[in-house]
């Protein structure tokens, strides 16, 4: 289910927010490089993810 769709470039950066728990999906490599929704924020690299198109 999308809840919400905003324009986003090519080469944009965007982060995803689950609906199960609200919180923000991160890819951490301390987690094997598993996508986790376990961010109250986004705070840096690991909760952004590159629009390719």
């Not at 999906?25 to 690991?46: F, M, Q, Y």
């Amino acid at each position: 289910m999308l809840v919400r769709s905003l324009p986003v470039k090519p080469g944009g950066t965007i982060a995803l927010q689950a609906l199960a728990n609200n919180l923000y999906v991160t890819c951490d490599l301390n987690n094997d490089g598993k996508l986790v929704a376990s961010r109250n924020s986004v705070g840096g690299a690991w909760e952004a993810f590159r629009v390719n198109k």
